[in-house]
Nanobody
Framework: QVQLVESGGGLGQSGGSRRLSCLAS????????MSWYRQAPGKERELVAA????????NYADSVKGRFTISRDNAKNTVYLQMNSLKPEDTAVYYC??????????WGQGTLVTVSS
């Protein structure tokens, strides 16, 4: 079964840190670029960060550059999002995403991150 399962969400304070994980299964993880998106209340889903198949290339939304780091461990079929210097505006449901020309697009169930001021 092709699946993405996020974990690591929760409540944190402004200025704090949190690490999200996304465990992939059912497909050859190392063959695919991976992304993290987020959706804040009342807003559209937006791309936060993306990482290439081998982790050599990354890109970030301007709003998180210098604070968030995306990484992956292909041996563990896992992609991470390290979030530092959290702000209340980072409050959102965070989703893991993978796209395949062969079988389409896959989303995880999401994990909620809430940052209090």
């Amino acid at each position: 079964q092709v699946q993405l399962v996020e974990s690591g969400g929760g409540l944190g304070q402004s200025g704090g840190s949190r690490r999200l994980s996304c465990l992939a299964s059912g497909f050859s993880f190392s063959l695919y670029a991976m992304s993290w998106y987020r959706q804040a209340p009342g807003k559209e889903r937006e791309l936060v960060a993306a990482i290439s198949r081998l982790g050599r290339s990354t890109n970030y939304a301007d709003s998180v550059k210098g604070r968030f780091t995306i990484s992956r461990d292909n041996a563990k079929n896992t992609v991470y999002l390290q979030m530092n210097s959290l702000k209340p505006e980072d409050t959102a449901v965070y989703y893991c995403n993978v796209k395949s020309d062969a079988w389409g697009e896959l989303w995880g169930q999401g994990t909620l991150v809430t940052v209090s001021s």
